[in-house]
């Protein structure tokens, strides 16, 4: 393996990998804020999910994405200060939570593990939560527990380029080198598809073709 792969970075965090419900009549400001997230761009990103908190300031999805945009700046507390707000909309709501366990610290994993199992008990059918019980796995390298939770996320939502690029990077850390290439291939498929999904496209290339090379 090369001494720095796509196997070795994870696609961690919560991020909205899905457009607002109902697209015809949604917001134009939440729209735009959506694919300027998914472009890249945090800041219009941002902008523009506060000018939907302006006029409805318990609008789930925005709320959500000010929170995914605070966590991939780093900013733990306003992330948690907005999954809060959406929890408190509804206390059962499967991305809140698990935002808010990938906030926690070294240390508490079994916490976080036991919370996640009993709401994916609860919520079976949220790829949200079996994401972020993959991503707690992975942090531990225990990489068969982490590939069964990202398959079953990829497999609830099958055009996600991050569940499958995760899926990819897990199985590749347990040698099964052949499925590993079919679902990075599957991940730059997903990822070209549509805008960026923040997977690193050379370093996946790369891996991808080191593993079809091999015997």
Same mark, same amino acid.
């Given at each position: 393996?090369?001494?720095?792969?796509?196997?070795?970075?994870?696609?961690?965090?919560?991020?909205?990998?899905?457009? %607002?419900? $109902?697209?015809?009549?949604?917001?134009?400001?939440?729209? *735009?804020?959506? $694919?300027? =997230?998914?472009?890249?761009?945090?800041? +219009?990103?941002?902008?523009?999910?506060?000018?939907?908190?302006?006029?409805?300031?318990?609008?789930?999805?925005?709320?959500?994405?000010?929170?995914?945009?605070? &966590? &991939?700046?780093?900013?733990?507390? +306003?992330?948690?200060?907005?999954?809060? $707000?959406?929890?408190?909309?509804?206390?059962?709501? %499967?991305?809140?939570? +698990?935002?808010?366990?990938?906030?926690?610290? %070294?240390?508490?994993?079994?916490?976080?593990?036991?919370?996640?199992?009993?709401?994916?008990?609860?919520?079976?059918?949220?790829?949200?939560?079996?994401?972020?019980?993959?991503?707690? =796995?992975?942090?531990?390298?225990?990489?068969?527990?982490?590939?069964?939770?990202?398959?079953?996320?990829?497999?609830?939502? %099958?055009?996600?380029?991050?569940?499958?690029?995760?899926? +990819?990077?897990?199985?590749?850390?347990?040698?099964?080198?052949?499925?590993?290439?079919?679902?990075?291939?599957?991940?730059?498929?997903?990822?070209?598809?549509?805008?960026?999904?923040?997977?690193?496209?050379? $370093?996946?290339?790369?891996?991808?073709?080191?593993?079809?090379? *091999?015997?």
């Amino acid at each position: 393996m090369a001494a720095e792969s796509a196997s070795d970075h994870p696609a961690q965090g919560i991020r909205i990998e899905r457009g %607002p419900q $109902q697209a015809s009549t949604v917001d134009p400001n939440l729209l *735009a804020a959506w $694919q300027a =997230y998914r472009s890249g761009d945090l800041g +219009a990103a941002g902008q523009r999910y506060s000018e939907v908190l302006k006029q409805d300031a318990k609008n789930r999805d925005a709320l959500l994405g000010m929170a995914a945009i605070a &966590q &991939q700046q780093a900013r733990d507390d +306003a992330a948690a200060h907005y999954y809060r $707000q959406v929890l408190a909309l509804d206390p059962r709501d %499967p991305a809140a939570h +698990a935002g808010m366990l990938s906030l926690l610290g %070294p240390g508490n994993e079994a916490g976080a593990e036991s919370r996640l199992k009993l709401l994916i008990e609860q919520q079976p059918q949220s790829p949200a939560l079996h994401f972020a019980l993959g991503n707690l =796995y992975a942090e531990q390298s225990r990489w068969g527990d982490a590939q069964q939770a990202y398959f079953s996320a990829s497999n609830l939502e %099958p055009d996600n380029a991050q569940f499958a690029f995760n899926l +990819a990077v897990s199985l590749d850390h347990l040698g099964k080198g052949a499925l590993a290439a079919q679902h990075y291939r599957r991940a730059l498929q997903l990822d070209g598809a549509a805008a960026s999904s923040g997977i690193d496209r050379a $370093q996946t290339r790369l891996r991808l073709n080191e593993l079809m090379a *091999a015997p």
